[in-house]
Every structure is written in structure tokens, then in C-alpha cells.
């Protein structure tokens, strides 16, 4: 898969049945429809401004960044806000294929979501563990 910031081939990160595509150039990571999914349940979150159905569904946000394309479908994703504390863009596919993070966009989501998730089960830490470590290591 091409990523849709710079248009170099990414590689696949996998841990625990969750499969992100990361690029080495720019740091940035697609999130599939189904593991942004599969990472929410994990996690038990309740929060209904992190399912997939709330990109396609949110006003799109106000911004000079360049509108990139869906690296599944082609087509040009939607802008929109995710987070509490400082908010992230991020693009999201119009079509629900999935949502592409910039550099340090994950790192951001796995600190404001481990902020909540401190008292969750050991397997939901192993994986902002898992999540922050990668994106952390591979800056």
C-alpha cells in the first residue's frame, strides 16, 4: 500500500490481531475501518467520537493542509478532529475504508487514550504499550 502523505510503499506493524500500515518516510499510519475497530474493543472504549461512523459523520475540519487520497479507494478523505485535550486532524475515508494519522498523530491519540485507559485490564495496556513504543521508536 502507497501512503497517501508522500506516496512511498508502507510497511505492516502487527501486534495482538491489529494490523496498522506505517510509512518509514513520513512516520504516518492508516488505520483499516476494521482495525481502528478492532482497537477500540480491545481497549473498551465507550467514546463515540472514536468510531469510524463519527469521521463520515462530523463536520469537516477547517484547515490549509492539502486534502490527500483514501489509499484504498482513491478518493479525496475528509479532514476532521479527534481527541479532547489538544485536538488531532486527521483524514478519513469517505467511504469508511479507514483514517490516516500523521507523524506523531498516534502518539498524541495513545497519550490522551491512556490517560483514561491507566485502569484498564493488562492486555488493553499492552497495547498503548505496544502502539506508543512502536510510533515512539520508529520517529
Known amino acids: ?19 496498522l ?15 481502528l475497530g478492532l482497537f477500540l474493543e480491545t481497549m473498551k472504549l465507550e467514546d463515540p467520537n472514536l468510531y469510524p461512523a463519527y469521521f463520515l459523520t462530523s463536520p469537516e475540519a477547517k484547515t490549509s493542509e492539502k486534502k490527500r487520497k483514501c489509499p484504498i ?20 475515508c469517505p467511504k469508511g475504508d479507514g483514517l490516516w494519522f500523521d507523524h506523531g498523530e498516534v ?14 485490564a493488562d492486555s488493553q495496556g499492552r497495547i498503548i504499550n505496544f ?8 520517529k
Open 1 to 19: 500500500m502507497k501512503c497517501p502523505a508522500c506516496k512511498k510503499p508502507m510497511i505492516v506493524v502487527e501486534h495482538e490481531k491489529i494490523e
Open 73 to 92: 479507494c482513491g478518493k479525496k478523505m475528509r479532514k476532521t478532529t479527534v481527541g479532547e485535550e489538544r485536538k488531532i486532524l486527521i483524514d478519513a
Open 21 to 35: 500500515d506505517h510509512c518509514v518516510n513520513c512516520n504516518g499510519v492508516w488505520f483499516d475501518a476494521g482495525e
Open 107 to 120: 502518539e498524541r491519540l495513545v497519550t490522551q487514550l491512556g490517560g483514561k485507559s491507566m485502569e484498564k
Open 131 to 138: 502502539l506508543g513504543k512502536t510510533f515512539i521508536a520508529i
